[in-house]
């Protein structure tokens, strides 16, 4: 509530009118801040359309690679010619999904291979076109770790998916259809995306000799979930990195690993719902855990003691 109901809408606000808020709100600090954004496990996308190589933006990078090859040029291929989505170069058979939907009475509809593509979602004619002996379709099979060292030669395409395996999501296949994706996939996709942007923003305006851009602040609720020990490590050193670029981040979380990784710890309680909201303690994780009122505070001072690699390992 506090987040998406107080936070939220007031900084769109403030950002929205470049002023202060309504009379009876404060807010300060948002004069430092260019966007908001609050990076959800909502899906990325609704159809199989959409894909990991689609939402990073690095698909069309690969298709553009694709039609600079001499077969393509000399056949007269467009970066078109290679995407799935479009009529030309997709195979027809399945639209370029890939797979065929079988409608069953009184049961779910199930999916198969198309039979014509082989699941590669291209007609043949397209597929003759090679890079390095790998065809559009063999691309896009692979997995983002795969496709990283693949194209270790092309940063515009190596870099967003190094940030991906970077974050744990290396096992992931270019074209995986996005419904297929995890809510916890796909938010550190998102994050990864936003990273990957802002990691190049930074460069151009370095090379520019621009001013440095204003901060952007990141919502994020109880990103954890359902996440392994192994992957918060990564989630951290991401959520760290966007630090490190000049951003905020505010995470609503009850994993104490996250919390002691905390630059400032708000603990609202004493208790849930109606018996909380009141703010019982706020400064760095040591002061939070030093705090006699918090209820967090001695499970925080276990982790603080442990020390963060420890505690992620438990």
Excluded: W
Excluded at 64 to 71: E, I, N, R, T, Y
Excluded at 112 to 133: F, M, S
Excluded at 260 to 270: N, S
């Amino acid at each position: 509530t506090l987040m998406r109901s107080v936070l939220l809408p007031l900084v769109q606000q403030s950002l929205a009118s470049g002023s202060a808020c309504a009379p009876q709100t404060t807010i300060t600090g948002a004069e430092f801040l260019e966007a908001i954004y609050e990076v959800d496990q909502s899906p990325i996308g609704k159809t199989s359309r959409s894909t990991p190589a689609t939402y990073i933006k690095v698909f069309d990078e690969i298709r553009g690679l694709f039609a600079q090859l001499p077969v393509a040029r000399v056949r007269g291929y467009t970066a078109s010619r290679f995407s799935f989505n479009t009529e030309g170069g997709r195979c027809e058979a399945c639209g370029g999904q890939g797979v065929l939907k079988l409608e069953m009475s009184f049961l779910p509809s199930s999916y198969v291979p198309c039979e014509d593509c082989l699941g590669k979602r291209y007609n043949p004619q397209t597929l003759e076109v090679l890079y390095h002996e790998r065809s559009i379709g063999d691309v896009m099979n692979m997995t983002i770790g795969q496709a990283a060292e693949f194209f270790a030669a092309n940063q515009k395409i190596a870099r967003p998916l190094s940030l991906l395996v970077e974050t744990g999501l290396g096992y992931l296949k270019l074209g995986q259809p996005s419904p297929t994706l995890s809510g916890g996939e796909a938010q550190r996709l998102k994050l990864a995306t936003k990273l990957a942007r802002g990691v190049g923003r930074a460069q151009n305006e370095r090379l520019r000799k621009m001013r440095t851009p204003k901060s952007t602040l990141y919502l994020l609720e109880e990103p954890t979930i359902g996440l392994h020990m192994a992957d918060v490590e990564l989630l951290l050193n991401v959520l760290h990195r966007l630090v490190d670029d000049g951003n905020t981040v505010i995470v609503i979380e009850h994993n104490l690993s996250v919390i002691a990784e905390a630059d400032y710890v708000i603990d609202v309680g004493p208790e849930a719902g109606s018996l909380g909201g009141e703010i019982v303690v706020a400064g760095t994780p040591e002061d939070v855990a030093k705090n006699r009122l918090s209820r967090t505070a001695p499970f925080l001072r276990e982790v603080l003691a442990q020390g963060r690699s420890a505690s992620i390992a438990q």
